[in-house]
C-alpha cells in the first residue's frame, strides 16, 4: 500500500529517521557484524590480532555433547511450553468467547500473568512448586522423592517449562479471543441451525477459522521458547541451567559460555547456529504449514 | 449465546474456573504466603488464608534486598525506555510512510531486520558496544587513513547504557507505521494545501491524532522496561544503579539459613505489582497495543 500524498524532501526524512537508524547501527548491527567475525575468528591468549580459523569454532561446538544436549532441552522447551500455552489460551478463549454472564471477569484476570517477568514468576514459582513446602510438598510427604527439582533435571525442566506456560497462557489467550470475535456470529448461528453442539461448533467450525491466529502463535511462541527474554530469566532465576545441564537452553548456554568461560568466539558459533535455526524454521512453517490453513 | 444449552453452560463455566485456578491460583499463593509468618509460610500443608503479616515481611524485604534503589532505577529506567521509544519510533514511522524518497526502502527494512534477532543472541558484543561507544566509529577511522584516537566512552553502570540498547528495536515503529497506513492520503494533502509543510503536520496534526496508539505503546513499553533482566545483569556491578530484576537474588533465603520464605514472596509481590498494576488498570491499552504491535 503506498501512498499517493507525500511530502517532497531528500532531507527531511533523513533527518527524522536518523536517531532510531543510529542507534540501531550501534546496537544491532554492528554487534550482529561482531557476532558473524567472531565466529569465524579466535583471538590468540596472548593478544594480538583474531586469527581466521574457518569453521573451528563451529566444529568445537558440535563436537561438544554439552552443546548437543542444550539443543536437546531448547527444542523441548520451545515445543512443548508452546503447544500448552496455545491449547491452554484457545480452550480458556472458546469459553470466555461463548459470552456467558461473568466472563468479561475472567477474561481480565487470564491476562494478569503476562504482566510478570520470568525471573519474577520464576523466585514465586521456587516456592510454590517447591519440594519441601507450598502445594507439592504434600505430595512428596506421600511419595517421598516423587518431585524434586533441584535433584533430577527432568523435574526442573518441566519446573521452568510450567513457569513458562504460565505466563504465556495469557498472551495466547488475548490473540485467540480477539481472533474468535471476528468470527461472524452468522457462520455459528447456521451450524446451530444444522443441529451442531456448541462443542461440535468449537472444533468445525471456529478452531479451523481461528487457523491463522494459531499458525501465528506458533511462529511466535516457538521462537519465543528458543531466544526469548523469559527463557533465558526464567532458566536463569531458577535452575541456573542445572541440576547436570539438565535445563541449560541454548541461549542460556551462549551467555554462560561468554561471560563464564570468555569463550566468545564459542559463544559467537552457537549464537550463529541458533540464528540459523530459527529462521530455517520460520521458513518452514510459512512454506509448509501456510498452505494447509485457510485464510478468510 | 446462540442457543440455549445448560450442560454446555455448565462446562463452560467449569473451565472458566479452572483457567482462574491455573492462572490465578499462584497469585494467590504469593499473596497469602506474603502475609504469613515463617512457621505459617513452612506448614504443610499450605494454607491459602492470608494473614496479617504482610506489613512486618515487606518492611524486611524492603530493607534487605534495598528495593528503595532498585524500584528507584527501574522506574527510571522504565520510564526513560518508554519515552525514547514513543518519540524516537513516531518519528521514524513518519518518515518512512509520508515521503516520496528512494530511502525509505532501506529505512524501512534495516528497522525490519532488527525483529528477527533479539537480544539474547547478540548480547556479547552488545556488550562489548556499550563498554566501547565508539568502537564502530575507531574502526571506520581506522579505515580510512589509519587515525587512532585513545578515547573511551564507556556506557556500564549509567542509565543511558541501560536504556539506548532497549530503543533500538523495531516494535513501536510498527505499531506507529501500521497507524499512519490507514489514514486516508486526503489529510496530508489538506495540510498541504493549506500551506502546512511536514514538520507542522507532523506535530500538528499526526502526534494528536496518534494519542491512542501513544498510550498503548506506553503500557507495553513500560511492562517491557520494567521486566528487563539480563541487560541490567551483565551492564550494572555498581549497586546504587541495580535495578529491581537484579534484587529478587538477594531475596531468596540462603541455602543454609532460615527459610524465610513469607518475606522472599512479600519482595517477589512489590517487585511484581507496579506492571500488574498497569496491565490491570490500563487493560484496554495494553491489549491493543499487544495485538497491534505483533500482527
Do not use: C
Amino acid at each position: 500500500m503506498e501512498k499517493r500524498a507525500v511530502f517532497k524532501s531528500w532531507w527531511l526524512p533523513v533527518v527524522f529517521a536518523l536517531p532510531q537508524l543510529l542507534l540501531i547501527l550501534f546496537f544491532f548491527y554492528w554487534p550482529v557484524a561482531a557476532v558473524v567475525n567472531w565466529a569465524f575468528t579466535l583471538e590468540p591468549p596472548f593478544g594480538g590480532p583474531a586469527e581466521f580459523v574457518g569453521l573451528a569454532n563451529f566444529q568445537e561446538a558440535f563436537s561438544d555433547p554439552f552443546y548437543w544436549n542444550s539443543v536437546m532441552v531448547s527444542l523441548i522447551f520451545a515445543t512443548v511450553g508452546p503447544l500448552f500455552a496455545i491449547s491452554i489460551g484457545l480452550v480458556l478463549a472458546i469459553a470466555v468467547d461463548r459470552q456467558l454472564p461473568g466472563s468479561g471477569f475472567f477474561r481480565f484476570l487470564y491476562i494478569l500473568p503476562y504482566a510478570i517477568a520470568g525471573p519474577a514468576a520464576g523466585m514465586a514459582f521456587r516456592f510454590i512448586l517447591s519440594p519441601e513446602r507450598g502445594l507439592a510438598a504434600t505430595l512428596n510427604a506421600a511419595w517421598p522423592d516423587i518431585w524434586n527439582p533441584a535433584k533430577y533435571g527432568e523435574h526442573a525442566l518441566a519446573l521452568v517449562i510450567i513457569i513458562f506456560i504460565w505466563k504465556w497462557s495469557g498472551y495466547t489467550f488475548i490473540f485467540l479471543l480477539a481472533g474468535l470475535q471476528s468470527v461472524p456470529r452468522a457462520l455459528g448461528e447456521a451450524a446451530a441451525m444444522d443441529g451442531a453442539g456448541p462443542f461440535r461448533r468449537a472444533i468445525d467450525v471456529q478452531v479451523p477459522l481461528l487457523a491463522p491466529t494459531l499458525f501465528f502463535l506458533l511462529v511466535t511462541m516457538m521462537t519465543e521458547g528458543f531466544v526469548g527474554a523469559d527463557t533465558f530469566g526464567i532458566v536463569h532465576a531458577v535452575t541456573e541451567g542445572g541440576p547436570n545441564h539438565g535445563t541449560e537452553v541454548m541461549v542460556y548456554r551462549i551467555v554462560d559460555e561468554a561471560f563464564k568461560g570468555l569463550n566468545y568466539s564459542g559463544a559467537s558459533a552457537q549464537s550463529i547456529i541458533l540464528i540459523g535455526l530459527i529462521m530455517i524454521f520460520t521458513f518452514i512453517q510459512f512454506r509448509f504449514v501456510e498452505k494447509r490453513v485457510h485464510y478468510k | 449465546m446462540i442457543q440455549r444449552t445448560p450442560i454446555a453452560d455448565a462446562v463452560t463455566y467449569a473451565i472458566m474456573v479452572l483457567g482462574f485456578i491455573l492462572l490465578i491460583g499462584p497469585f494467590l499463593v504469593i499473596i497469602a504466603g506474603a502475609s504469613q509468618t515463617m512457621q505459617q509460610v513452612n506448614a504443610i500443608p499450605f494454607s491459602f488464608l492470608p494473614e496479617n503479616q504482610f506489613l512486618a515481611n515487606a518492611t524486611q524485604a524492603w530493607q534487605r534486598a534495598d528495593l528503595g534503589t532498585a524500584m528507584t532505577n527501574s522506574l527510571i529506567m522504565a520510564v526513560l525506555v518508554t519515552a525514547g521509544k514513543v518519540a524516537l519510533s513516531s518519528l521514524t514511522a513518519f518518515a518512512i510512510v509520508f515521503f516520496r524518497s528512494p530511502l525509505k526502502h532501506l529505512f524501512f527494512w534495516s528497522v525490519f531486520i532488527t525483529l528477527m534477532l533479539p537480544l539474547e543472541v547478540r548480547v556479547v558484543p552488545t556488550y562489548a558496544v556499550a563498554a566501547d561507544l565508539l568502537q564502530p566509529v575507531k574502526f571506520i577511522l581506522s579505515l580510512f587513513g589509519g587515525i587512532q584516537i585513545g578515547v573511551d566512552w564507556n556506557l556500564l553502570n549509567s542509565y543511558t547504557g541501560l536504556t539506548l540498547p532497549l530503543i533500538a528495536t523495531a516494535t513501536g515503529t510498527f505499531l506507529y507505521r501500521q497507524f499512519f497506513m490507514t489514514l486516508p492520503d486526503e489529510l496530508a494533502e489538506a495540510a498541504r494545501m493549506d500551506g502546512s509543510g511536514p514538520v507542522r503536520f507532523f506535530f500538528d496534526m499526526l502526534l494528536p491524532l496518534s494519542r491512542t496508539n501513544m498510550l498503548a505503546l506506553t503500557t507495553i513499553m513500560f511492562v517491557y522496561g520494567w521486566n528487563q533482566y539480563l541487560w541490567p545483569l551483565l551492564m550494572v556491578t555498581d549497586p546504587s544503579y541495580k535495578t529491581v530484576m537484579m534484587s529478587l537474588r538477594s531475596l531468596l533465603p540462603a541455602d543454609n539459613g532460615t527459610p524465610d520464605w513469607n518475606v522472599t514472596l512479600a519482595g517477589s509481590l512489590l517487585i511484581m505489582l507496579p506492571p500488574l498494576v498497569v496491565v490491570g488498570v490500563l487493560q484496554r491499552w495494553f491489549v491493543r497495543g499487544l495485538v497491534a504491535t505483533d500482527k
